[in-house]
């Protein structure tokens, strides 16, 4: 199979990295929640991939600012929401 179809066919898994991450992110338990936000990444590389070779500019910067606030994601998970804390004081 030639590279060109083989870069086609990536949106398929793609968009199926993007469907279990969005189950992940989804999880009660923030270990989990931390899995789907590192599969969001995975997601955003792939798709910022297929985009480069079909030329889809606009998706490739949306995946670009998708994954920033992944990583924000990521660290605001890790270290607790501040308003959870106020909310379980009130």
Do not use: C, Y
Request: charged content about 20%.
């Amino acid at each position: 199979m030639d590279p060109d179809t083989l870069l086609d066919l990536l949106q398929w898994p793609a968009m199926a990295v993007t469907l279990v991450a969005a189950f992940l992110v989804g999880a009660r338990h923030a270990k989990k929640r931390v899995v789907g936000f590192w599969t969001f990444i995975l997601s955003n590389v792939l798709w910022i991939v297929w985009g480069v070779h079909d030329e889809a500019w606009a998706l490739i910067a949306l995946q670009a600012g998708l994954a920033a606030m992944n990583v924000r994601a990521i660290f605001r998970n890790e270290r607790g929401d501040p308003a959870d804390d106020k909310a379980a004081g009130a």
